[in-house]
């Protein structure tokens, strides 16, 4: 079935945790993995499917009203934030996002302070009221259940 099929992932990435998931579904699927902003509609028009992964901020999904506005034939998405899975609010990022329809799937990434620029920072601080330190949760497992329902 899906061999006839033309599929390409995009990615939303700040801190390369959305990328690394992005990269890791291209080479399960043997597909084309690109970042979001070096697409545009005429491109995407060939593709059967879309895959779109982007991080998370404040709830909403990095990307997605743009790939959206591409009118890909059809579209998934992945979402990638520091909430723990068990504790992530799915059912309100498909609200936010207006993602009803659209197969959707969350991972945790991760954070990385270095990249993510004194305003993210801030921002995390404020609202973890922590200040943010590196951590990594990416899991290549995790992309298992996505794979499959392309396949
Ligand atoms: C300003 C800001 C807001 C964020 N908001 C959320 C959020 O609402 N929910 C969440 O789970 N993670 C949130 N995060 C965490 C990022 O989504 C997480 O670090 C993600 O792994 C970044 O992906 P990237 O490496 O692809 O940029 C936020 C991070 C920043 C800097």
Redesign the pocket.
């Given at each position: 079935m899906r061999s006839s099929m033309k599929i390409l992932v995009t990615y939303q990435?700040?801190?390369?945790?959305?990328?690394r998931y992005a990269q890791w579904i291209g080479e399960e699927l043997s597909c084309e993995c690109k970042e979001l902003t070096s697409v545009d509609a005429t491109q995407l028009a060939d593709y059967d499917l879309v895959i779109h992964g982007g991080?998370?901020?404040?709830?909403m999904v990095k990307g997605l009203e743009k790939v959206k506005s591409f009118q890909p034939r059809k579209l998934m998405v992945f979402g990638?934030?520091?909430?723990d899975e068990k504790e992530a609010d799915i059912k309100s990022w498909i609200e936010a996002n207006k993602l009803a329809g659209i197969p959707f799937f969350y991972y945790q990434?991760?954070?990385?302070p270095d990249k993510?620029g004194i305003v993210?920072k801030t921002?995390?601080k404020m609202a973890t009221k922590q200040k943010p330190e590196y951590v990594d949760y990416t899991n290549r497992d995790k992309i298992q259940e996505l794979v499959a329902a392309v396949k």
């Open positions: 990435s700040k801190t390369g945790f959305t990328k991080w998370i901020m404040v709830g990638v934030g520091f909430t990434g991760g954070m990385n993510m993210g921002m995390v």
